[in-house]
């Protein structure tokens, strides 16, 4: 073994409710975003393959749940669909979700297995989005409530949770740049759908400190450095401006209960300034996590921008800052995503220096790949990219803790082959393939490595 890992250290992966459950049966749940949309705009999804089918965790968990251990889990993290345990998002709750996310941690708790349990991965209500959604403040009040219901339902079963995962994204994809239901172009939506998302991440804090005083709660970040194209001052405001608006939105009021100052003062100056109150900023100056998810897939690379902002365009923090490709990157072959490593070592060390050294776990990184059945050989997918991948981001969180970065645990993106929000089931990224036509389930190569990887706490 030439990488030990601290002992105690968590293996295993992430999933969502919206991309495993399915709703088929609905058993009671009520529509969300993602299911409305689907209905209306079936063209949008790939292959049309949506929301209602994901990968049927919801009929075969129980089944699915014995893939954990054969995979080498410690942890799992998966989420809450709110709008099966709530259909209007607030009111009645739907006992058949109770009953049914009870029975899934607790399989899940025989296992031995940790449990991560996240409120919200970008699936509101639709009940709730069509009152205006996280624009309107009475959202920030139902998801308060529905935290605290979760809390109270199965707070005996999961003693770790999650209040959001990558808030920015809804935020950039529902307000701005169009690629999530409301599809709006609406930058002064997006600055209060930011802060309104914050202030529930903060309340829901508290709500679980006063259920459980034992129990842990975090915020899921893709907390993806902007590296700049070169060392040319503008180049590096265009990368500090960049992190700002993508990391540090969330980043610092999570954790320092604050918004940077040169934030504040950017939205200020393009009149996005949130309606706020004295009493909400305190709530979230009191409530700050207990410890970080960190997403990683790939790197931000960004450059001074090259052409002047047409000013009667409504507002994007890309006004700052242009994407910018670097030369000879490494790339994912099997699809467009560039690949660095080094950028886990990167997060680490600004979360040790810049953030108190907080307890942090690598909640999500993983390597999608297209046509991912060419790779199967009597019977089996042979991911030896994955294995790769893996072992490379692995390599510098392991030089990054021997550097003093608080990292707990490396959850990879994802158990089983999952749907994804546009791309349903194009790009895979499972430790265990699912095959589409027979619905039968086998682990990968990577997954029997990676069982070894967590026996032997490295490799
Ligand atoms: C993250 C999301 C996940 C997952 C993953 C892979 O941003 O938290 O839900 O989907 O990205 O991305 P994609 O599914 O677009 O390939």
Not at 446 to 455: N, P, T
Request: aromatic share 14%; charged share 25%.
């Amino acid at each position: 073994i030439d990488y030990t890992f601290p002992q105690g250290f968590l293996w295993g992966s992430s999933t969502s409710a919206p991309q495993s459950e399915g709703t088929i049966p609905g058993d009671g749940k009520g529509l969300n975003n993602w299911d409305y949309w689907y209905s209306i705009d079936p063209d949008k999804f790939h292959n049309h393959i949506g929301p209602e089918k994901a990968a049927e965790f919801y009929q075969n968990y129980q089944e699915d749940i014995k893939f954990l251990k054969q995979t080498g889990h410690t942890v799992f993290r998966t989420s809450i669909q709110w709008a099966r345990l709530l259909p209007q998002g607030t009111g009645e709750v739907n006992q058949k979700a109770v009953e049914f996310y009870r029975d899934m941690f607790r399989r899940i708790n025989a296992e031995g297995v940790k449990l991560m349990i996240n409120l919200y991965h970008f699936d509101i209500p639709f009940a709730l989005e069509e009152q205006g959604g996280w624009e309107n403040k009475a959202t920030v009040k139902a998801y308060e409530e529905y935290a605290k219901i979760c809390f109270k339902e199965f707070g005996d079963l999961v003693d770790t949770w999650i209040t959001f995962n990558e808030p920015i994204v809804p935020v950039e994809c529902g307000y701005l740049y169009q690629y999530h239901y409301p599809c709006k172009v609406d930058p002064k939506a997006a600055v209060q759908v930011a802060y309104n998302t914050q202030l529930a991440s903060a309340l829901a804090v508290k709500a679980c400190h006063e259920a459980n005083p034992d129990h842990k709660i975090s915020i899921v970040l893709n907390l993806t450095p902007a590296y700049p194209r070169s060392s040319h001052p503008a180049d590096q405001k265009a990368a500090r401006i960049a992190e700002l608006f993508q990391a540090k939105s969330f980043l610092d009021p999570s954790v320092l209960g604050e918004y940077p100052k040169e934030l504040v003062e950017l939205v200020k100056k393009h009149d996005l300034t949130p309606d706020t109150t004295p009493e909400e900023l305190a709530i979230m100056k009191e409530n700050t996590v207990d410890f970080l998810g960190v997403n990683y897939y790939q790197p931000l690379r960004v450059a001074a921008p090259q052409y002047l902002a047409n000013p009667e365009s409504p507002f994007f923090p890309t006004v700052y800052y242009d994407h910018y490709q670097m030369p000879g990157r490494k790339m994912n072959p099997h699809r467009g995503w560039e690949i660095y490593e080094r950028g886990i070592y990167d997060i680490a060390m600004n979360l040790k220096e810049n953030y108190d050294n907080i307890e942090w776990i690598l909640t999500e990184n993983g390597m999608g790949v297209e046509g991912e059945e060419k790779f199967k050989v009597d019977g089996m997918i042979h991911d030896d990219y994955r294995i790769d991948f893996i072992k490379g981001h692995l390599k510098e969180l392991h030089r990054a803790i021997a550097d003093g970065a608080n990292c707990q645990g490396y959850l990879l993106w994802t158990f089983i082959d999952c749907w994804s929000w546009l791309n349903a089931f194009k790009n895979r990224y499972g430790l265990v393939e699912l095959d589409l036509k027979t619905a039968e389930k086998t682990i990968k190569k990577s997954g029997h490595w990676f069982k070894e990887l967590s026996d032997n706490n490295g490799f």
